[in-house]
């Protein structure tokens, strides 16, 4: 049950990240906060978008609380880093976000799997979760 309620915040927390890049994208810059309230105000599709990312973010976290009640830290938070691979793979595809693939950020890919294979693989004798 609980790594339903890691999976879900590690979804969740994906799809935030995603949606907060989109969001940047398409709400003028920061700098100029006129302008950028003034966006926020009027509603815009890249306010939704913002607004749907931080409460994704506040959604995640709770079902992170919730995963933490049936999965020790040690197993749990490694998982996280299965948002970075997520997050990469969707901002490659996804029109709009216009990210380059770049074959040192596949080599960072394919170690963070390598290590959450050594944190997560049952050890014989170990009592699994």
């Excluded at 100029?32 to 409460?55: E, N």
């Excluded at 994704?56 to 009640?69: D, N």
């Excluded at 691979?85 to 074959?103: D, H, R, S």
Aim: net charge neutral; proline share 5%.
């Amino acid at each position: 049950m609980g790594y339903l309620w890691a999976a879900l915040s590690i979804l969740l927390v994906s799809a935030a990240q995603l949606s907060m890049k989109w969001a940047m994208l398409n709400l003028p810059p920061a700098s100029d906060l006129q302008a950028f309230f003034y966006a926020l105000m009027a509603v815009t599709p890249g306010a939704i978008a913002l607004l749907a990312g931080l409460s994704a973010y506040g959604f995640s976290m709770l079902c992170w609380v919730v995963a933490l009640h049936y999965i020790s830290l040690s197993r749990a938070y490694p998982l996280l880093s299965l948002s970075y691979i997520l997050v990469w793979l969707a901002a490659l595809f996804l029109p709009g976000l216009n990210e380059p693939f770049y074959w040192g950020t596949l080599g960072g890919v394919v170690l963070i799997v390598s290590g959450l294979l050594v944190i997560c693989w049952p050890e014989r004798g170990r009592k699994t979760e």
